[in-house]
T-cell receptor
Framework: TQLLEQSPQFLSIQEGENLTVYCNSSSVFSSLQWYRQEPGEGPVLLVTVVTGGEVKKLKRLTFQFGDARKDSSLHITAAQPGDTGLYLCAGRSSSNTGKLIFGQGTTLQVKP | DAGVIQSPRHEVTEMGQEVTLRCKPISGHDYLFWYRQTMMRGLELLIYFNNNVPIDDSGMPEDRFSAKMPNASFSTLKIQPSEPRDSAVYFC????????????FGPGTRLTVT
């Protein structure tokens, strides 16, 4: 069974701080996605990384896919209260046509 | 374009009653997914369809749960009979099946079984 483990599970920081969220697995994924979910809403896709070693930036968010395509990280620079939410990583197995494996999520709280 | 539409947004029912959740995927998307989210277990895939055909239902908890997709624009998830442990937020998501299978989620249905 493929699993994605996210760390930390909870993170509470002050506005302006930097943070990194990790997503790790022992399995190889053909692509990995990051979603953000706000209370009362469904997850919203932030980014998809496909190539090992790939780095993508979305304003203050930097996403990296590990060289071996088994892990990923999300780094937020100068966090703002608007970044508060649940961050989920999700991987697609090479052997599966449509199913995503979701991590348990990281709950981020950014205090003003 | 309208996103994924789910109804109802909230459902409160008594144990033993039948519950039906509804989903309209994004037009043109040929994959549809049903998820359940709880604090304890996170986001769990229940079942997914491709071109209206169920592909993987290994996440369906037990026979009390059933899902159908009679056409490309509508799907239902039914729980009969409902139990308190079914209380959760149920999400529907759709995908156009591109290489990365990006999924677009609906707003969810919050189900409370008393």
């Amino acid at each position: 069974t493929q699993l994605l483990e996210q760390s930390p599970q909870f993170l509470s920081i002050q506005e302006g701080e930097n943070l990194t969220v990790y997503c790790n697995s022992s399995s190889v994924f053909s692509s990995l996605q990051w979603y953000r979910q706000e209370p009362g809403e469904g997850p919203v896709l932030l980014v998809t990384v496909v190539t090992g070693g790939e780095v993508k930036k979305l304003k203050r968010l930097t996403f990296q896919f590990g060289d071996a395509r088994k892990d990923s990280s999300l780094h937020i620079t100068a966090a703002q209260p608007g970044d508060t939410g649940l961050y989920l990583c999700a991987g697609r197995s090479s052997s599966n046509t449509g199913k995503l494996i979701f991590g348990q999520g990281t709950t981020l709280q950014v205090k003003p | 374009d309208a996103g994924v539409i789910q109804s109802p947004r909230h459902e409160v029912t008594e144990m033993g009653q039948e519950v039906t959740l509804r989903c309209k995927p994004i037009s043109g998307h040929d994959y549809l997914f049903w998820y359940r989210q709880t604090m304890m277990r996170g986001l769990e895939l229940l079942i997914y369809f491709n071109n209206n055909v169920p592909i993987d239902d290994s996440g369906m908890p037990e026979d009390r749960f059933s899902a159908k997709m009679p056409n490309a624009s509508f799907s239902t998830l039914k729980i009969q009979p409902s139990e308190p442990r079914d209380s959760a937020v149920y999400f529907c998501a759709s995908s156009d099946g591109t290489a990365t299978y990006e999924q677009y989620f609906g707003p969810g249905t919050r189900l409370t079984v008393t």
